[in-house]
């Protein structure tokens, strides 16, 4: 004869043997190489919070990036980005070509707010991002420069490029990498280190481990 805490606990028993049988273990899957190895040859900077303007971190010591296309990348800080795709501009002439081949304007805050675009027009060309209005500006001039910018993009490696060529106008996206130095020779390209910048110099040259639509 059982008892009432037996009874309980035999019944306790078989329900859990009977989901123990319909939800069977699971083995957690196995990292794909390609991934773990693209991640140590350009590991992943600290990540911007959700709604937060892009987050820029010190360049840990020790680290080292990959050659590109036989020019040296010399890492200058960590940089992740949340925004908006404001545009994109592909490019296939030029030295700088050879290793970004899209710019994409990028907008965080208010610069994301379809109300503030709607009163902007905006356009990209020789690896430049210009905007313009009529009548007053929808935010000030000054959170439009901090709030926007028009990034060169360096993919870092196939399933990266990848990423890059679906994005979109309009699409939310996260970008993971390294603001970069890049010298070929006596060439070399420099990334702004710099939010609230503009005009020449003023893009950032960004190394991208990781591209996420959000």
Do not use: K
């Not at 710019?103 to 379809?114: F, I, Q, T, V």
């Amino acid at each position: 004869m059982r008892t009432r805490s037996g009874l309980i606990l035999a019944i306790v028993g078989c329900l859990a043997l009977a989901w123990w049988l319909a939800h069977p273990h699971r083995t957690l899957p196995v990292p794909d190489p390609a991934t773990v190895a693209a991640l140590r040859a350009c590991p992943l900077p600290p990540q911007v919070a959700d709604g937060a303007p892009p987050l820029q971190t010190p360049t840990p010591g020790g680290l080292a990036l990959p050659d590109v296309a036989g020019a040296r990348l010399s890492p200058l800080a960590g940089f992740s980005v949340a925004a908006r795709v404001l545009g994109r501009e592909d490019y296939r002439t030029g030295i700088e070509a050879t290793y970004s081949p899209t710019d994409l304007a990028l907008g965080w805050g208010r610069m994301a707010d379809e109300a503030v675009l709607a009163r902007l027009a905006i356009r990209q060309g020789g690896r430049w991002y210009h905007y313009r209005w009529q009548g007053d500006p929808p935010i000030p001039l000054d959170e439009i420069v901090r709030s926007s910018a028009n990034m060169h993009i360096v993919p870092a490696d196939a399933r990266v490029a990848a990423a890059l060529a679906s994005i979109e106008a309009g699409q939310h996206v996260r970008i993971d990498g390294w603001l970069v130095r890049i010298d070929a020779g006596r060439w070399h390209w420099q990334s702004s280190l710099r939010r609230d910048d503009s005009g020449g110099g003023a893009c950032e040259l960004v190394y991208a481990c990781a591209i996420t639509r959000l």
